[in-house]
């Protein structure tokens, strides 16, 4: 066994401290009061709602992960094509990620009273209580995704026998990485079955209660309100730690193996280069806390100040990050590589945070009321219901276009940077390395980032709450601006969220090339393979092999290939027709409720009689376990049959189609969601003819039909290009052995 | 100079047969009387406005063709980077375009009168007429297309030198291909005009016209009807026909140089390899006339009846194609190829028409309101407008998996079959050349596909004319049940069009391959250029580029292609986008036009004031040369830059995005348009509360919003598909020779 370098111990550390602060915030915002009996009560059936939807979520998930780990048992000990870890790695990644969702969304439902009751007396208390309410969320992932990596490392380091040169670290670092398949999978379907639940809530609210009855979304006389709050936390809250905690795994795990497989000559620097994305996370992890404890504000302070101070402590642990992480690299030894340039490295990191921080802004023009855009959809308004749609559509189309481009120079100079400038097959793997150091750049200050995302939806109950338990309208209007705070720095962590699945997903489609170098070596060991006699006798030499795959199976040429790709954007187009039409189908049955209700429950209307709020969360949570197997599934084993039909080359296009395609998808959807929304808001604030006018009416469709756009479909299709890829990743065996082509 | 093979005459003498019928049956349409003075005067407004369109819209593109031949003449004499004749050959492929547009328009807009005149006496009489009208459309992009193509083929033939073996076949075949540039331009040019300007015109007149003032969408009292009718003349017609001439054209001769490029070895099967694509498309022109004749109806024949006797003709020229392109690939010696399986290569014929039939099929599935998806969207309009949005863009999104799953089989199965199922490098080639020869398949007999695709915009002009002109209520009946025949077969019109754009475009690809390496051998005969000695010496074997661009170039680790596909996916949202963006634009300028005119023009609404239809048409068909300029121009010159920055692998690359995603966008915007437009007149036929209820005003912002879906941005994809890949194609010298990565 080879002794592990202290610095790898910082790992540990930071999942603890990460942890531990996780721990003492949550403790600090119980003691803060619920306020009056009311909002007790409502924030007891929002908690009801959730933990139930939650529970009733992991028996079906955890059904579903029994009969995937039967699969892998039968794969790993069965036919002997995957590696024999994969079923206990797939579980624990699962079961750490559904626990990150758990407690983020306990301590929302906890905290959105609270965060209600504190806006009674204060701003400045409420954003604080609400803001460390979201750092748990945040801090519970990055801690868990490191104490698991902490855990397999240091397992693994002992269980797996010493090998030739550098094959250890390879082999230690190809296991731990499909232990992000149990994440992506649990990811997925909250992402999905959350996405449905709260869309399928708030159109049903919307329509009837809006739009019908004229009554306001947060009014308890609608019947879908609880629901609709429910919503929120089970997917916005719970569903985004679980997509955030895979991208952090994914990120570290995928650039750990390309570290492993670019220093095979080096040993020494081999496990330097592993440590890498681990360290950095670390340490970014360290610098979120410390940046979480950098937010406060003074009494009184104007929102204004408000965003700054959230901002300051965002981008002092960027920008601290930037410093260390260099510290980190030196540390590791890059400044005596003979090859790889230290400078060049960091760069790699320092192109992962600035294209983080450069796809949030361009959601930020895109969506936000302040610009052009979203004006013009408020604009186009006032010609109706067909305008806003056509004009949404096409804004969200174009507004692809700087994020993926900055996809593009993201994609070129971190490869660039680590590869110093070569595009040479033998400086290859440094570049691949280069980006995904970069994705663990962007993600390594998680911590912080997703604590001001996940305070979005605190805020958002919180006046959900004020609402129904009328309260003084002064409270309302102080948790609308912490609302509003939340949805300008909501658009920076959807930009993190996005860019890091790019980043990640094609950090580990490179991985994926060394998982099916290693696979061959295993199956090379093993006579009985013939594999269809396409790479020769069994005796091949592995150079044979590798020539094979990179200079004939995946060019583009070939038309396994080609097939592969339109199969992955088939998979992106067919995946986000299933959940919109999921959302439309659910919204319907809750819009038949409301109306039911209206119509047979006497006095609704006039506030004397009490819906029937709990059939309206049961019929969420129905919908949403129906509708998420089948998009789910699909996705799970579209790239286990194409592997099987079409080879590595099939899978390799199908990746690539589904990256590319996803990506683009995902940020149409979110961008165009975000602008109908915003675009009703600011009509909203008396423009164009302002609430209740026919401009309003045309703006509210727009923000309806943006629902499944921007919560459902959009954010899922994050999550699947990762899943997909991970699917790839861990069923590699099946394609390298028993493809038909 | 070789003497050329006897068969080949048989094209030119097709060209000739071809152009000879279309002109009979123009004169013969022409004998028919027009109707009523009022009919007169009406065809002589739409006339006169689609003649006015086109002129203009003629001007702008001649300009922008001056300027691309300036910079070709550049390219071509100045820097020595490109073919000599490609400036010739551009501006050739362009002309014919423009001319097959303008006289498919001008016999369609003389039609229409006389389609509704004859209605008044026999439905038969009029469904003939119509359909002969739209086969002289047909007829004179396929005579066009086999006439440019002969021309072409017999001046080459005697102008190249002859070479060292096989050579001059592939210098010539690659010097036709770019004629195919030309024809890009100009029919994206007239799709996204004519796109823009229909819908801009169709919109406005639904949006003031229907939902506002309430009265019907032909109504002489709109001001905006004759906008909307020349529109459909402008956009339906000569923008469909430019489409599929260059589809025509762009498969003949991606086939033609890959045959070339594949049986170099073999100089006397090369020739014959060359001429098949010809042939077919000759023999299938033939063919199509025989078809058309094909068409006959008893007097009183009800609908079904009418719709078997088109199918009829379809399927008999389908047929037929398929017995004589054995025949024909047995007289040109197939049977006796050592390697290449002439069941093979006509195996892979029979896909391409299979699977245009079978995309039809599913396109008519998705969009006839006779089956579920349709149905289902009229029924989520119950619950308004938003439901109907998203369960129409839901039900569009699904629908794209059966046309890619189609394409992914047809490429597998035309490559199989031709490369004698063999993967193997040297299989290649021929494997792609059965990829064309199922796209020329695909497209044999668009003589009659095409008629019974240009007869729908006449019959719906037909209708027009007869409301306007207040002919009895039983004329409009006729007229509208062509309209709705039109319907079924443009389904399986639109089927061909996308399904064979995708294969065509994949045959350019991989033609672009070819070009690459013959630019190469001509940069290693010119000294001067250095390459950036990517290349290592300029005195490096061709054997080693081909090495290079093979086998690491264009593989999928390549972080240049990774970025090419990024950037062709975001070619084609952003493109899709700013079409959207453009209908929404020109659509508002018309909407405040009707409005205003509905205001200040007196007893419009009664009857009695006349609307200044002048004002609409000129409002369209600015709007329409001003905003196709970006879009059309964005589609030019990515590729050029791509190539310039990013090098051969970046285009490649590109082009791969381009083409599948482009696919999978142009089948959602085209089906979920049509399934929008078909649920609306579901409504309208009395379901769900009918004409005049809330679900049918909720349908009809469905169907306003697939306008620009289904008659704009979906079709100009089409083409955008093809113009970059041709782009890319005439620019090669570009990127081989001056590429910064």
């Not at 803001?131 to 698991?148: E, K, N, P």
Request: hydrophobic residues 50%; neutral net charge.
């Amino acid at each position: 066994m080879s002794e592990l370098p202290l610095l790898f111990w910082l790992v540990p550390v930071s999942s603890v401290l990460a942890l531990g602060f996780a721990f003492f915030f949550y403790k600090k915002m119980l003691r803060n009061d619920e306020g009056t009996d009311t909002m007790k009560r409502i924030a007891a059936h929002v908690r009801k709602g959730a933990n139930s939807y939650l529970r009733q979520q992991y028996k079906v998930v955890f059904l579903v992960f029994l009969i995937i780990t039967v699969i892998f048992s039968i794969l790993a000990y069965g036919l002997g094509v995957q590696n024999e870890w994969v079923p206990f790695a797939f579980l624990t990644g699962g079961s750490f990620s559904a626990l990150a969702g758990y407690f983020g969304m306990k301590t929302a439902t906890f905290a959105s009273a609270r965060t209600a009751h504190a806006a009674r007396s204060s701003l400045d208390k409420s954003l604080k209580l609400a803001f460390r309410s979201g750092a748990v969320m945040g801090l519970v992932v990055v801690g868990l995704v490191l104490i698991d990596v902490s855990l397999w490392f240091i397992v693994l380091n002992l269980a797996v026998p010493e090998a030739e040169a550098g094959f250890k670290l390879l082999t230690i670092t190809a296991t731990m990485l499909t232990f992000g398949m149990g994440a992506s999978t649990q990811a997925l379907f909250a992402r999905v079955g959350g996405g449905i639940y709260t869309k399928a809530a708030d159109v049903g609210a919307d329509l009837v209660g809006k739009i019908e009855a004229g009554i306001p979304e947060d009014d308890p006389r609608n019947p879908a309100t609880i629901a609709d709050n429910v919503g929120d936390n089970v997917g916005d809250v719970a569903g985004m730690g679980a997509d955030l905690f895979e991208s952090f795994a994914g990120s570290i795990l995928a650039t750990a193996l390309l570290g492993a497989a670019a220093f095979m000559g080096a040993p020494e620097m081999q496990m330097n280069a592993v440590l890498a994305p681990m360290l950095i996370a670390a340490v970014g992890t360290m610098l979120s806390i410390f940046g979480i404890f950098m937010v406060r504000t003074k009494e009184g302070a104007s929102q204004k100040q408000l965003l700054k101070s959230l901002s300051f402590g965002v981008n002092i642990s960027a920008g601290l990050i930037l410093v260390f992480s260099f510290l980190i690299l030196y540390a590791l030894n890059f400044h005596n590589h003979e090859v790889v340039n230290i400078w060049g490295i960091w760069g790699s990191i320092a192109i992962g945070l600035l294209a983080g921080i450069g796809i949030g802004q361009s959601t930020e023009y895109f969506t936000a009321s302040a610009y052009k855009p979203t004006k013009k959809i408020a604009k186009s308004a006032e010609t109706g219901h067909a305008t806003v749609i056509i004009s949404g559509v096409g804004t969200g189309l174009i507004s692809t276009a700087v994020p993926l481009a900055i996809i593009v120079v993201a994609i070129m100079l971190s490869f660039l940077f680590s590869s110093n400038f070569s595009f040479a097959a033998e400086s290859l793997n440094y570049g691949l390395y280069g980006i995904g150091i970069a994705a663990v750049g962007m993600l390594s200050t998680l911590g912080i980032t997703l604590a001001t995302d996940a305070y979005g939806p605190i805020a958002d109950n919180a006046g959900g709450n004020a609402e129904m338990s009328k309260l003084d309208p002064k409270v309302r209007e102080r948790t609308d601006a912490l609302d509003a705070l939340g949805n300008t720095t909501a658009a920076t962590g959807k930009g993190f969220a996005i860019g890091s699945a790019a980043l990640t997903a094609l950090a580990l489609l490179a991985s994926y090339m060394e998982e099916v170098k290693m696979m061959f070596v295993k199956i090379l060991d093993t006579p009985e393979f013939i594999i269809h006699g396409k790479f020769g006798p069994v005796e091949a030499q592995y150079a044979t092999f590798i020539d094979y795959i990179y200079h004939f199976e995946i060019h583009l040429m070939n038309p396994v290939v080609l097939a592969g790709i339109f199969i992955g954007v088939l998979g992106v187009f067919l995946f986000s027709g299933m959940t919109m039409n999921s959302v439309g189908r659910a919204a319907q049955k809750m819009v038949d409720e409301v109306r039911r209700q209206f119509k047979e429950i006497p006095g609704i209307k006039e506030g004397t009689g009490t819906p029937d709020y709990e059939r309206c969360v049961s019929i969420s949570t129905k919908a949403a376990q129906r509708e998420m197997m089948l998009p789910s599934l699909t996705a799970i084993f579209i790239p286990v049959i194409v592997g099987l039909i079409f080879g590595v080359g099939g899978v390799v296009g199908l990746l690539i189609g589904t990256i590319t395609s996803g990506f683009a998808m995902a940020i149409f959807m979110a961008n165009a969601g975000g602008a109908w929304d915003n675009a009703k808001k600011y009509i909203e604030e008396g423009h164009h003819g302002g609430k209740g006018s026919d401009s309003h009416n045309a703006a509210i469709t727009g923000d309806t039909v943006g629902d499944p756009f921007k919560d459902t479909s959009g954010p899922s299709l994050n999550i699947l290009i990762k899943l997909m890829t991970m699917s790839s990743v861990v069923t590699v065996g099946l394609a390298v052995a028993y493809s038909i082509l």
